[in-house]
């Protein structure tokens, strides 16, 4: 049981104590074969497999729904899904309406094909990683393309940092409306850019995020890059209780014009372990 005490008195986690004390951190009142698991990538260290409940899974699925709405997109709406996350049967696809394409060899004649692709059907959602979407856009608009000869209406981004140039070149491309998804496999969506005025509104619904110094763990000032904490309220099989995902955040000190009243992110700003210092030992800034 817990003792009435505030969430910053709770020490904050990373993935390596969760690593170094793995068992601790699983709950005894599950069995594992009952419970699904989601590994990290690895790309900044060691993957680390994660359990969920099934009422985990579901709420994953659920804010995914959720958010999706928010350009439009409804469940059974053919779309396309650019990912090298894993193949999923012809079935699962077809029940769920998706082209997958996987970003592997990169090549003229991969990215001849996709422009063609594109400009012949009639799918009006994408969703991918913002690097692969706009490279395929840069090639499009090197051969004449634009918003015309595409049926795309919008575009999520996600697991990459979308940048402003890249939002630029896709939507005078494609002539779709472009939004971040923040999300990472072992929590959820943590936060989604609305159509309006591309902040990030944090989704609070099952969580709690802070944004904390990046040499303390105390809370970051508006406008100023931090790391991003999170508290998720439904990882009962797992706790995770004040863990640093290892990404960077700038929170807004303005209300989202969009009339929604819920805390922002400027932006999203990357991994920690991407950051560059000068010899002050000052982060350098994209």
């Not at 999923?88 to 991969?110: D, H, R």
């Not at 634009?146 to 939507?171: H, P, Q, V, W």
């Not at 209780?241 to 209300?255: A, F, H």
């Amino acid at each position: 049981e817990y003792k009435d005490i505030s969430l910053e008195e709770f020490p904050v986690i990373n993935k390596r104590m969760i690593i170094e004390n793995y068992d601790d951190f699983l709950s005894n009142k599950y069995k594992k074969e009952a419970l699904f698991t989601t590994a990290t990538s690895g790309s900044y260290g060691t993957p680390l497999t994660f359990y969920m409940t099934k009422e985990k899974k579901k709420r994953q699925n659920a804010e995914i729904i959720f958010f999706n709405k928010w350009i439009g997109y409804e469940v059974g709406m053919k779309h396309i899904y650019i990912s090298n996350a894993g193949k999923k049967t012809n079935l699962k696809a077809m029940i769920q309406n998706q082209v997958l394409i996987i970003p592997e060899g990169m090549n003229l004649q991969w990215l001849e094909k996709y422009r063609s692709f594109l400009k012949n059907s009639k799918i009006e959602i994408l969703i991918g990683y913002p690097s692969v979407i706009s490279a395929l856009a840069e090639y499009c608009s090197s051969n004449g393309d634009t918003g015309c000869d595409f049926k795309l209406k919008s575009i999520i981004t996600m697991a990459e940092t979308l940048y402003e140039l890249d939002r630029n070149r896709i939507e005078e491309t494609f002539g779709a409306t472009v939004v971040g998804r923040y999300a990472t496999t072992e929590t959820g969506v943590l936060a989604h850019q609305c159509m309006e005025n591309k902040q990030y509104h944090l989704n609070l619904s099952g969580y709690i995020i802070e944004v904390l110094s990046i040499d303390e763990d105390k809370p970051a000032l508006p406008g100023e890059v931090g790391r991003i904490v999170v508290t998720d309220l439904l990882s009962y099989a797992m706790p995770l209780i004040r863990y640093e995902i290892g990404d960077l955040g700038i929170l807004s000190d303005s209300k989202c014009t969009c009339g929604l009243n819920t805390p922002t992110l400027q932006t999203v700003e990357g991994r920690l372990a991407e950051s560059v210092f000068n010899t002050k030992g000052q982060r350098i800034h994209h």
